[in-house]
Structure formats: C-alpha cells, structure tokens
C-alpha cells in the first residue's frame, strides 16, 4: 500500500533552534502534501497545504514566516520550523495522496508523525 | 458549529460487544468521507472509506446519509485490539482541485477484558 515517510520520528531542542522535517511518498508521486499539528487529546489541525513547485497555502492564523514548507519534488515536502519555542511543542504529522488519475477523493496516507519538544 | 463532530466518549465496552459511533457534518458539499484509526502517539491509519451505498468491512460497517450529513461506523466482536481513537474525515473541495481533510476530534474506545 502507499507508503508515507517522516523524518525525523523525535526532535528534542533548545529555544530558537530551527527545526526541518522531511515528508516522503516511497511509492507514489503527490503533487500536494498536507501539514498538520495535533496538540494533546485534539484533533488533527490542518497548518498548510504544500504544492509541488509552488507556494504552500497556509491556514488561517498559521505564520508562513514561522513555518516555511518547500515541495520540490513529486516526492519531497518539508516544513522548517523557524526560531522555535516552547509553544511549537507538539505532534506534527504530514499527509499525502497519490496524484496519478487526479487524485480526486483518494484517501489520504499518513506519516508516522514528528514529536516536537523545546526545551 | 464544527465541521465534523462526534461524541469524544470514552465507550468502554466489553470484548464482543458491538459499538457504534456517530458523526455528523456541516458542508453538504463535501466530497468524501472516511473512518481514520489513530493509537496514543501514534499517526492516523485509514479504517475505511465511507461509501453512499454504504460499505463493510470485516467486522466494521459503515454508512453514510447524506440527506442528515451523518455517517457512522459499527464495529461487531469487538477486540483488545480496536481500543484506540476513531477519527470521523470529511474530504471537502475548497475551490480548484485541492482537497482538504477536515478532521473531527475522534471518539476513544477502550475494550475491556
């Protein structure tokens, strides 16, 4: 089945520290990519929309300056979290779904998941 | 209101009991609908997809009313093992082609020996 790599699983760090993490599709080309954060027993909070070869489209009250995401390739999106402090803290988890034959209503498959802590 | 709602439980029932689960939606729009599964720390994984015809799966049947916005999921037998959050996903189109999952705040099942 489709495949959703995210790296790093665990990132522990100071405040002011930048943060990068990495969202793969191992199987299959996503010509969009989906940011997320879960804060503790919530739900799943959409931050932003990453669009292969053009500028991610962020939700409402999400800084586009704090969160930067790049997708420059069919198969790579990453989110750097600029500066981060201990407010950042939190579960961030991409989503992505295979673009062959538009996409559509195709469900979308989740990596595992990045917990954030700063310190 | 919330876009996608459901009771946040806990249920706790016992093994091979049968448990259902209620989710109701705002956009009469939306496109698509699913059941996510999501352990403690853990990512969601996909149950099922929700079909109008409705659609089983195993020991898990789900449906959906349009009409009410309303979709459910029934679990029969119930294991140790389906002890975890369910989260309720509505697919909306926002425009273009760009979809967007909307996530409800899930329902906690705990199974009990």
């Known amino acids: 089945g489709a495949v959703v790599s995210q790296h790093p699983s665990r990132v522990i760090c100071k405040s002011g520290t930048s943060v990068k993490i990495e969202c793969r599709s191992l199987d299959f080309q996503a010509t969009t990519m989906f940011w997320y954060r879960q804060f503790p027993k919530k739900s799943l909070m959409l931050m932003a929309t990453s669009n292969e070869g053009s500028k991610a489209t962020y939700e409402q009250g999400v800084e586009k300056d704090k969160f930067l995401i790049n997708h420059a390739s069919l198969t790579l999106s990453t989110l750097t979290v600029t500066s981060a402090h201990p407010e950042d803290s939190s579960f961030y988890i991409c989503?992505?779904?295979?673009?062959?034959?538009?996409?559509?209503?195709?469900?979308?498959?989740f990596g595992d998941g990045t917990r954030l802590s700063i310190l | 209101r919330k876009e996608v709602e459901q009771d946040p439980g806990p249920f706790n029932v016992p093994e091979g009991a049968t448990v259902a689960f209620n989710c109701t939606y705002s956009?009469?729009?939306?496109?698509?609908f699913f059941w996510y599964r999501q352990d403690c720390r853990k990512e969601p994984k996909l149950l099922m997809s929700?079909?109008?015809s409705g659609n089983e799966d195993g020991r898990f049947t789900a449906q959906l009313n349009r009409a009410s916005q309303y979709i459910s999921l029934l679990i029969r037998d119930s294991k140790l093992s389906d002890s975890a959050t369910y989260l309720c996903v509505v697919n909306d189109r926002y425009g273009g082609a760009t979809n967007k999952l909307i996530f409800g705040t899930g329902t906690l099942l705990a199974v009990q020996p």
């Open positions: 956009n009469s729009a939306s496109q698509s």
């Open positions: 929700v079909y109008s």
């Open positions: 989503s992505a779904r295979d673009s062959t034959g538009g996409g559509g209503n195709q469900p979308q498959h």
